[in-house]
């Protein structure tokens, strides 16, 4: 099923960029389509009463917030499938095996419950069974819910049997007193959560219980430490070592084992990425064209400003401030017409670099045309 999900997954992320590519080229067609038509069709006194150059700055950048968007989420999207078919573990996460002779599950639980670190999860995996024990503390990411909701901290040490299952149990669930089971080792678990997504992965044969509600002896002695690790940091790495300094006679052995991350995704999907800096250049281009335009329109004031004394540095301040201001308005447009479309990303670093990829874009394009704007201003100075 594993090997099934990741070919449907690849299919319907290569499905979706296409879209997304094919939806990019058609808006910037029509968007340049409708520069070049308005300038020929339109007289200078019409454009400069309605700023039309400046609209059509917004809408670029519109346009590009939109598509952004809609490719980030498509990466989202490939990386939870990515994620989900290699165990829905986070990047960083530490597989490590323990001595049970040595030591039990229960007390290497409450050892890291004792650190001084939180926002992650103790599991303890049972790859012959598909039965996950879990231990969390702070803050932990859910996977992907049909129905119901995921673990918490306050749902440990308090006597509950609880289970997030798979959506191939729903036929195994009981109903007792308006309330649903699901029967593990003649153990009844109350269901808490149903987990999958739209396609068949990993998830749909997983049942996670709470790991102090059973505290089996599984086949395997593999655990996993996981935490809600950024782009930029792998928290789980630095709990394990933080446990290793404050349990020395606890031997513990990490596994080498790779977990999925924007890097592995780029390795996998190099020709998804690859289209989208082709896209990104067509990005470039067509705002470069656009801010050309825009500085041309007010060659004029800036021709009279410089001659009454506003120095270079003044004139790129005014028109980096206006230019900045008109793609701020497409940016935060844009975002809003992304989620009226559904179109949404859940990771803020995400965000967070589609706004630099749009600043970049735009100070970059405004910073060439602004150089070449200047060899004008100064032929205007001379006449």
């Given at each position: 099923m594993g090997d099934s999900a990741t070919v449907s997954g690849d299919w319907h992320c290569y499905v979706q960029v296409w879209i997304l590519i094919k939806n990019t080229a058609v808006w910037t067609f029509i968007v340049h389509t409708a520069v070049l038509y308005l300038k020929r069709k339109m007289t200078m006194r019409l454009i400069r009463r309605l700023n039309g150059y400046s609209v059509f700055l917004i809408i670029i950048a519109v346009t590009i917030t939109v598509s952004l968007l809609y490719f980030m989420m498509g990466i989202e999207k490939q990386m939870l499938l990515e994620k989900i078919?290699?165990?829905?573990?986070?990047?960083?996460?530490v597989h490590f095996t323990f001595n049970r002779e040595q030591i039990s599950f229960k007390t290497l639980v409450n050892c890291f419950n004792?650190?001084?670190?939180?926002?992650?999860?103790?599991?303890?995996?049972?790859?012959?069974?598909?039965?996950?024990?879990?231990?969390?503390?702070g803050d932990y990411a859910a996977p992907p819910l049909i129905t119901g909701r995921f673990f918490n901290e306050n749902d440990f040490n308090n006597q509950n049997k609880l289970a997030v299952i798979?959506?191939?149990y729903i036929s195994n669930i009981e109903e007792v007193n308006g309330k649903e089971y699901i029967k593990i080792s003649n153990e009844r678990?109350?269901?808490?959560?149903?987990?999958?997504?739209?396609?068949?992965?990993?998830?749909?044969?997983?049942?996670?219980?709470?790991?102090?509600?059973?505290?089996?002896?599984?086949?395997?002695?593999?655990?996993?430490?996981?935490?809600?690790?950024?782009?930029w940091k792998d928290r789980?790495?630095?709990?394990?070592?933080?446990?290793?300094k404050a349990n020395k006679n606890i031997v513990l052995e990490s596994l080498d084992i790779e977990t999925v991350g924007i890097d592995y995704v780029i390795k996998k999907n190099i020709n998804m990425f690859f289209l989208g800096g082709i896209m990104l250049l067509s990005y470039l281009w067509c705002s470069l064209t656009?801010?050309?335009?825009?500085?041309?329109?007010?060659?004029?004031?800036?021709?009279?400003?410089?001659?009454?004394?506003?120095?270079?540095?003044?004139?790129?301040?005014?028109i980096y401030k206006q230019y900045i201001f008109l793609v701020s308005i497409g940016f935060f447009l844009g975002a809003v017409i992304a989620r009226l479309f559904n179109i949404y990303v859940i990771h803020f670093e995400y965000i967070v670099m589609a706004f630099f990829i749009?600043?970049?874009?735009?100070?970059?394009?405004?910073f060439t045309a602004i150089?070449?704007?200047?060899?004008?201003?100064?032929?205007?100075?001379i006449r």
């Open positions: 078919g290699q165990g829905d573990y986070n990047k960083g996460a004792d650190l001084n670190k939180k926002d992650f999860a103790l599991i303890y995996d049972d790859y012959s069974s598909n039965i996950r024990q879990i231990f969390i503390k798979g959506k191939k678990f109350r269901v808490i959560g149903i987990m999958g997504i739209e396609i068949d992965t990993n998830l749909d044969d997983r049942i996670i219980i709470n790991a102090d509600a059973l505290y089996q002896e599984l086949q395997n002695k593999v655990c996993i430490l996981d935490s809600n690790s950024s782009i789980s790495l630095e709990i394990f070592n933080e446990f290793e656009v801010a050309m335009d825009w500085i041309y329109d007010r060659n004029k004031k800036l021709s009279i400003m410089s001659l009454i004394g506003c120095s270079d540095i003044q004139l790129t301040k005014y749009i600043y970049f874009v735009s100070g970059l394009s405004i150089k070449k704007s200047f060899n004008t201003v100064l032929a205007e100075r």
